[in-house]
């Protein structure tokens, strides 16, 4: 046997060879067999072999992501009428070359994408994936009488926070860590505390302030 593969490589003198082609193209392979045992007899047959351009995974996703955020992925593999499969790192996997996603624990994971043309070429690639913690907001507050005019203290028991927003209900807001906040006038006051992190991340919680109306002496 001699096999002739039309790339250049040499010949392969196996019954039935293996032979891998280095780029796309149409090869003629040619295949001569010899009886030499009494006369020299020889037959050659070829084919065209056609070696098609393999698919180009590739994905992108958008970068800073918290947790209980959406992240979307988006295809940009290319190839003919490619199948898409998404495997997340945290076990769910997807079968659209589109997905979205919820990551239910922050942490690092990483994200692959395997494609599949029309004619069962495969092409795979992965990329890391950082889910970013939210922070903990959490505020406790003092009164002195709870009485109006009162000032109340605030005291800001975050975690996992290096900036916060504080909005007094009362149309006025305050940046500051722990702040103390006067109301113009009595009333029930619904405060909300957004804590964020990296500028990136952020988280809220709300409690109410009742400010009760002083009494009025007679005499």
């Known amino acids: 046997y001699a096999w002739e593969f039309g790339d250049g490589s040499p010949i392969s003198e196996e ?3 293996r032979h891998s082609f280095d780029s796309p193209g149409q090869y ?14 020889k037959a050659t047959l070829c084919q065209t072999v056609e070696i098609s351009t393999p698919p180009t995974a590739g994905f992108t996703f958008t970068d800073s992501l918290c947790l209980g955020q959406t992240i979307t992925f988006n295809s940009e593999a290319v190839g003919n009428s490619l199948l898409c499969d998404y495997a997340f790192g945290d076990d769910n996997i997807s079968g659209d070359c589109g997905p979205t996603h919820v990551y239910v624990s922050a942490g690092d994971y990483v994200v692959t994408q395997i494609v599949t043309d029309d004619l069962g070429c495969r092409d795979t690639i ?20 709870g009485c109006f005019p009162d000032s109340i203290s ?3 028991e975050s975690i ?4 916060y927003l504080w909005d007094f209900g009362d149309g006025t807001t305050s940046t500051t860590t722990s702040p103390t906040h006067v109301y113009a006038s009595p009333g029930t006051y ?5 804590a964020f992190i990296d500028e990136l991340c952020s988280a809220e919680i709300s ?5 009760a109306a ?3 002496a007679i005499i």
């Open 207 to 211: 409690r109410q302030v009742t400010i």
């Open 190 to 194: 619904t405060v909300t505390l957004t």
């Open 154 to 156: 605030f005291v800001n």
């Open 160 to 163: 996992l926070a290096d900036s």
């Open 126 to 145: 992965a990329q890391p994936l950082f889910v970013r913690a939210l922070p903990e907001p959490a505020f406790s507050f003092m009164t002195m009488d």
């Open 28 to 41: 003629q392979v040619c295949l001569t067999m010899s009886q030499t045992s009494v006369v020299e007899c």
């Open 214 to 216: 002083a009494p009025t």
């Open 15 to 17: 019954e039935s060879p």
